[in-house]
């Protein structure tokens, strides 16, 4: 249980999840259901475009840190997942930040997709919370190969994805609005996972502190 929550509102929190998971389960089922049917390239095993860093709805985002919080497995191949990634994007640090600067955002994209610096949540090039990944990667479809994906990723979004993913953002902006949910979009994914779950020593002092006291 958070510190900063009294039973009862961790009684309303857990409540949110609940309602969090659902929503964010059927939403993916839905657009999976159309992207099996677009796309003869995406499936099990092809990860290329899980190396782009992208941002993510703050109720997508609780639900994701709840369920690595409950899994000790997830949690142990997250962790070890996000050493090799923060080792990856300290050797590639000048570069990052050249590609920082690029404000087009599928020019963006691109050149971190080059780098090849995995998402921490995959684990034998395979999603670990596939039902419960962002929309934003639910949604991605692409006209490519893998080994064509890897280099010029081309992807499409036909008018069926865009209703859904409508629909879908809007119910998870109400249920934020509905449980008064704090925050907007959180960019990266696996960093701001790895901050969550192993906050820097200072912050965890002062967290362990607060709870004694």
């Given at each position: 249980m958070s510190a900063e929550r009294t039973p009862e509102l961790e009684a309303v929190y857990q409540q949110y999840l609940v309602e969090a998971t659902e929503l964010?389960?059927?939403g993916?089922?839905?657009?999976?259901?159309?992207?099996?049917?677009?796309?003869?390239?995406?499936?099990?095993g092809c990860s290329t475009c899980c190396c782009q860093v992208f941002s993510v709805h703050p109720v997508a985002?609780?639900?994701?840190?709840?369920?690595?919080?409950?899994?000790?497995?997830?949690r142990q191949r997250f962790e070890n997942n996000s050493t090799q990634r923060r080792m990856?994007?300290?050797?590639?640090?000048?570069?990052?930040?050249?590609?920082?600067?690029?404000?087009?955002?599928?020019?963006?994209?691109l050149e971190w997709i080059k780098l090849r610096i995995p998402c921490a949540l995959l684990h034998d090039d395979k999603c670990m919370i596939y039902a419960h990944r962002p929309y934003i990667c639910a949604a991605y479809?692409?006209?490519?190969?893998?080994?064509?994906?890897?280099?010029?990723?081309?992807?499409?979004?036909?008018?069926?994805?865009?209703?859904?993913?409508?629909?879908?953002?809007?119910?998870?902006?109400?249920?934020?609005?509905?449980?008064?949910?704090?925050?907007?979009?959180?960019?990266?994914?696996s960093l701001q996972?790895?901050?969550?779950?192993?906050?820097?020593?200072?912050?965890?002092?002062?967290?362990k502190r607060k709870k004694k006291s």
């Open positions: 964010i389960l059927e993916n089922r839905r657009l999976s259901e159309v992207t099996n049917k677009e796309s003869i390239f995406c499936g099990p985002f609780d639900v994701i840190l709840n369920k690595i919080e409950n899994d000790p497995l997830l990856l994007i300290e050797k590639y640090k000048t570069r990052i930040e050249e590609i920082a600067k690029i404000q087009d955002s599928k020019l963006n994209n479809i692409t006209l490519s190969p893998p080994r064509v994906c890897a280099i010029d990723p081309k992807g499409y979004r036909p008018l069926a994805i865009q209703i859904i993913l409508n629909e879908f953002y809007q119910a998870l902006l109400n249920l934020q609005l509905k449980y008064d949910m704090p925050g907007g979009p959180l960019h990266d994914l996972l790895d901050h969550r779950l192993n906050p820097p020593q200072e912050e965890a002092a002062k967290k």
